[in-house]
């Protein structure tokens, strides 16, 4: 399918379940399969950062958490941006998480403490910008990269979600600077009912049909790669 359009990504996205965020270079499958720097394989007026909400896929993964609730984007696929569908996601649920809480595996040592003290901000149903979470958190000014892993593993591990952008605001109650990204837990991103689904789905059964869908959509993805994409090893 080529993409010329934010309106040809999302009927694409619907229709494929998921993708990376952009270009393919993990060889599984990517709806834009070039990335910032490169060139589009086809003729298409998509272009990235040109802020142009209709053809700049950075403004994109964005788009869809401002207007739909049945696409998330966070850093889900080889610790690299991705998109899953409302309809995938159970599946992916079912595979990484195994019907295990934050907690259980947590006890169980698949959790490190540093993505813990960022999972407990946001437990109960809140949401914080990035900025904040940090802070929240107690990652210090010499914290950045153990807050930067943690951040990637939640995201990996399917317990927390990106849910938009936030500024910051001043003490004057001023908004102010870029925009940060905010995450909640995909229990509260999604709801009761996605985690029913995944709870009734085993865990075999859930790779299989991502490797599936893989393969329908890149008869060329090789094992090895599908088994990294899938990511049943996170827990």
């Known amino acids: 399918m080529q993409i010329h359009h934010y309106a040809d990504f999302v009927e694409g996205l619907l229709a494929s379940g998921f993708s990376m965020g952009g ?3 993990e060889g599984i499958f990517s709806l834009i399969p070039w990335n910032w720097n490169q060139e589009p394989l086809y003729e298409t007026p998509v272009r990235w950062h040109t802020g142009d909400p209709e053809t700049d896929p950075w403004e994109w993964r964005m788009r869809v958490l401002d207007e ?3 696409i998330a984007y966070a850093k889900v696929f080889f610790k690299k941006s991705g998109y899953i569908t409302r309809d995938w996601y159970p599946m992916f649920l079912a595979a990484r998480r195994g019907g295990y809480s934050f907690e259980e595996q947590y006890l169980a040592g698949h959790i490190s403490h540093d993505a ?6 946001l437990e109960g149903g809140g949401s914080l910008p990035v900025h904040d979470l ?23 591990g399917l317990f927390i979600t990106m849910s938009g952008r936030q500024q910051k605001i001043s003490a004057q109650g001023e908004l102010y600077g870029w925009s940060s990204t905010v995450f909640c ?3 509260t991103f999604w709801g009761d009912s996605v985690f029913l689904e995944a709870a009734a789905i085993r865990r075999d059964d859930a790779i299989d049909q991502i490797s599936e869908q893989i393969l329908r959509l890149n008869p060329a993805a090789t094992p090895r790669r ?8 996170q827990s």
């Open 23 to 25: 270009g393919n270079p």
């Open 226 to 233: 599908i088994s990294r994409f899938i990511g049943s090893n």
């Open 185 to 187: 837990t995909t229990e």
């Open 116 to 121: 813990k003290r960022i999972y407990q901000m």
């Open 68 to 70: 739909r609730d049945d």
């Open 134 to 156: 940090k802070q929240s958190a107690g990652f210090g000014s010499g914290g950045q990269s153990a807050f930067d892993r943690a951040l990637v593993e939640l995201q990996m």
